[in-house]
């Protein structure tokens, strides 16, 4: 079975070929084509990922290219994970939104609406080139920002385009371990876009069980959501958000702390990363990466007094597992249950059937099928139609050009506080990227 990675010079491709290298099952991954549109990050990854396989029986074989028709040509799965832009973009994404007082995270607010303007395109593209090329393959989209990408794809492809995040995964080991059950073993209700979700349940042998850890203010200020949030807020909403959404509920101090920072996210990982790829060997990676994961959301932390991660959190099990397990359900016709990106059929009532939502849902060769849900409350509803009408304003800028689509795209963020800021943040976003400029004002 051939494994194609779109964005196969990306520095996290080591976690996702480390996971191949321990499925030996039935119709396991043998081959695996890295593309790239930089040659020198090809070269980097595939040596890293030739030290990986040294002394594994069977390893997948692995060739790079870049040529993206030759890349799909006989794909069975195709993992996209490409960074429109590179670390440089998302770095100056965040500086332009923080010129203006308002977020630049690369999935949430501004920036993370000039990161899907310059991804939306280039997804587009690939999505209309596996059709072409590779119409009987699968596609998993890691692309950010998720949702946004995954929708877009789905245009072209269906669903043979499902998108995976590891928040969601991350959040359900997190809160199973603190009542004691196997993550395994457990029903997550968690509902929401892409980094916009809620975790409103965890069933454990039938019994809802997240009930017992919300009236637990010691067992609520011992993880990573809970010292992010506070027990209080969590028990006002009665569930458990997702990271992400430290970003809307406490937008003032995270606007704060990035502000206060000596540097951004995105500057940050480009000049960490820039040392392991101009050195490559596993080695280094393993170092960068053990780095990477310990100041995630660091600006975040501070904001809320959290302090530093726990060194549970810091554990791999992913997004590469997300991928493994979804690659190997529909592969084998294996039926498991997994929080994805997929289109929302009938599962929220307040999204039309085409919106992409992020959901529990079952799997088997067919794909991926959204599961029933209870409805939103009113708050969440609030902010998911929200930043879906945002999606949507995106994928039609990026589908027409139109400026007017972009400005409403920014001006309709909740976290975006004036139309003058989103018409001045689009031309300073079309100023910095090229592929931007048609969008600028005249």
């Given at each position: 079975?051939k494994?194609?990675?779109?964005?196969?010079?990306?520095?996290?491709?080591p976690?996702?070929y480390?996971?191949?290298?321990?499925?030996h099952g039935?119709?396991?991954?043998?081959?695996?084509?890295?593309?790239?549109?930089?040659a020198?990050?090809?070269?980097?990854?595939g040596?890293v990922?030739?030290?990986?396989?040294a002394?594994?029986?069977d390893?997948?074989?692995?060739?790079?290219?870049?040529?993206?028709?030759e890349?799909?040509r006989g794909?069975d799965?195709?993992?996209?994970?490409?960074?429109v832009?590179?670390?440089?973009?998302?770095?100056?994404?965040?500086?332009?939104?923080?010129?203006e007082?308002?977020?630049?995270?690369?999935?949430?607010?501004a920036g993370?609406?000039?990161?899907?303007?310059?991804t939306?395109?280039?997804?587009?593209?690939?999505?209309?080139?596996?059709?072409?090329?590779a119409?009987?393959?699968?596609?998993i989209?890691?692309?950010n920002?998720?949702?946004?990408?995954?929708?877009?794809?789905a245009?072209v492809?269906?669903?043979?385009?499902?998108?995976?995040?590891d928040?969601?995964?991350?959040?359900?080991?997190?809160?199973a371990?603190?009542l004691?059950?196997?993550?395994?073993?457990?029903?997550?209700?968690?509902?929401?876009?892409?980094?916009?979700?809620?975790?409103?349940g965890?069933?454990?042998?039938?019994r809802?069980?997240?009930?017992?850890?919300l009236a637990?203010?010691?067992?609520?200020?011992?993880f990573?959501?809970g010292?992010?949030?506070g027990?209080?807020?969590?028990r006002?909403?009665?569930?458990?958000?997702?990271?992400?959404?430290?970003?809307?509920?406490f937008?003032?101090e995270?606007?704060?702390a990035?502000?206060?920072?000596?540097?951004t996210r995105g500057?940050?990982l480009?000049e960490?990363?820039?040392?392991?790829?101009?050195?490559?060997?596993?080695?280094?990676?393993?170092a960068?990466?053990?780095e990477?994961?310990?100041?995630?959301?660091?600006?975040n932390?501070?904001?809320?007094?959290?302090?530093?991660?726990a060194?549970?959190?810091l554990?791999?099990?992913?997004?590469?597992q997300?991928?493994?397990?979804?690659m190997?359900?529909?592969a084998?016709?294996?039926?498991?249950?997994l929080?994805?990106?997929?289109?929302?059929?009938t599962t929220?009532?307040?999204?039309?059937?085409?919106?992409?939502?992020?959901?529990?849902c079952l799997?088997?060769a067919?794909?991926?099928?959204?599961v029933?849900v209870?409805?939103l409350?009113?708050?969440?509803?609030g902010?998911?139609?929200?930043?879906?009408?945002?999606?949507?304003e995106?994928?039609?800028?990026?589908?027409?050009?139109?400026?007017?689509?972009?400005?409403?795209?920014?001006?309709?963020?909740?976290?975006v506080?004036?139309?003058?800021?989103a018409?001045r943040l689009?031309?300073a976003?079309?100023?910095e990227?090229?592929?931007?400029?048609?969008?600028?004002?005249?």
């Open positions: 079975m494994l194609t990675i779109l964005g196969g010079g990306g520095f996290r491709v976690l996702v480390r996971a191949l290298l321990g499925d039935p119709g396991r991954v043998t081959r695996v084509t890295l593309y790239d549109v930089d020198g990050r090809l070269a980097a990854i040596g990922l030739a030290e990986q396989a002394g594994a029986p390893a997948p074989v692995v060739s790079t290219t870049t040529d993206l028709d890349a799909l794909a799965f195709v993992f996209s994970a490409i960074r832009g590179g670390l440089a973009g998302r770095a100056a994404d965040e500086r332009v939104a923080l010129a007082g308002v977020l630049g995270q690369e999935t949430v607010g993370g609406i000039a990161y899907g303007l310059r939306v395109p280039v997804a587009t593209a690939i999505a209309r080139r596996v059709a072409a090329v119409p009987d393959a699968w596609v989209n890691f692309t920002p998720a949702g946004l990408v995954t929708e877009a794809m245009r492809l269906g669903d043979r385009v499902i998108g995976i995040c928040s969601p995964v991350g959040l359900g080991r997190r809160v371990r603190l004691g059950a196997d993550p395994a073993e457990a029903w997550f209700d968690y509902v929401g876009l892409n980094h916009l979700g809620w975790l409103r965890v069933r454990v042998g039938g809802d069980e997240l009930p017992r850890l637990d203010a010691e067992a609520l200020g011992s990573e959501e010292r992010l949030f027990a209080e807020w969590l006002s909403l009665g569930a458990i958000p997702n990271e992400y959404l430290h970003y809307y509920y937008n003032r995270a606007v704060g990035y502000r206060d920072a000596e540097r500057a940050y480009r960490q990363q820039a040392g392991f790829y101009a050195s490559p060997s596993l080695g280094s990676w393993h960068t990466l053990a990477r994961e310990a100041t995630y959301m660091a600006a932390r501070a904001a809320a007094g959290a302090g530093e991660r060194a549970e959190d554990e791999p099990g992913g997004y590469e997300v991928a493994l397990a979804l190997r359900a529909i084998r016709d294996e039926r498991a249950t929080i994805l990106n997929v289109r929302n059929r929220l009532s307040v999204l039309d059937a085409d919106a992409v939502v992020e959901v529990p799997v088997d067919n794909g991926a099928h959204p029933a209870s409805p409350p009113y708050h969440a509803v902010l998911v139609t929200a930043v879906k009408a945002v999606e949507r995106v994928m039609a800028a990026a589908e027409s050009g139109s400026r007017e689509a972009a400005v409403k795209a920014f001006a309709l963020h909740p976290l506080d004036s139309v003058a800021v018409r689009l031309d976003y079309a100023a990227h090229a592929g931007l400029a048609y969008l600028a004002g005249t």
